[in-house]
């Protein structure tokens, strides 16, 4: 089975620190992708940040990177400089590529308190 | 573009009543999905649907119907709604194809069920 595992359920954080998320993932498909979505309270669902599995190379999107370490099945998120608005819950998500049905396997999420 | 719409936002049933929940994407995408989100359990999904005119189940299809009569629209049916069936509903699309893999989320409709 295809699973995701967020072992942190609640984390907080000073704001302008650096907070990391961790994430493990079991599958046994080599070819897959990893992404990692914010929900505010608004409750709307935003992409963070995606790695391809096939790439060594960790992903960054401005203050959010990733730490992705294939053979152990680990994809934390690094917030770096945490602002107020980070203030979210974040899903750890995977799915198998290529994929005719493109079904996403989330994790069951961490929620992120940013103090000021 | 307006991306993913649901119709509607909130709605609050009694035990045994229907609703149909609507979702609405511009962005001309072939696959379209229906989640639940409940606390301490993510995101589950119910059916999906990779194209019009096709269906499928998820992971909790239990208690749901689905129809996606036109590409744009796919369309969540409860015919008799239980307390269990209270959650927060999301709708999702993704582009052509089977190498592309974001999905994008409609805003979300909160269903209460007593």
Redesign the interface.
Known sequence: AQT?TQSQ?EMSVQEAETVTLSCTYDTSESNY?L?WYKQPP????I?VI?QEAYKQQNATENRFSVNFQKAAKSFSLKISDSQLGDTAMY?C?F?V????????I????TTLQVKP | NAGVTQTPKFRVLKTGQSMTLLCAQDMNHEYMYWYRQDPGMGLRLIHYSVGEGTTAKGEVPDGYNVSRLKKQNFLLGLESAAPSQTSVYFCASRGPGPNHYEQYFGPGTRLTVT
């Open positions: 995701v359920p992708y992404f608004s409750r709307q669902m992409l995606r899903f998500a799915i590529g290529p994929s005719n049905t493109g079904k996403l989330f994790g069951q999420g």
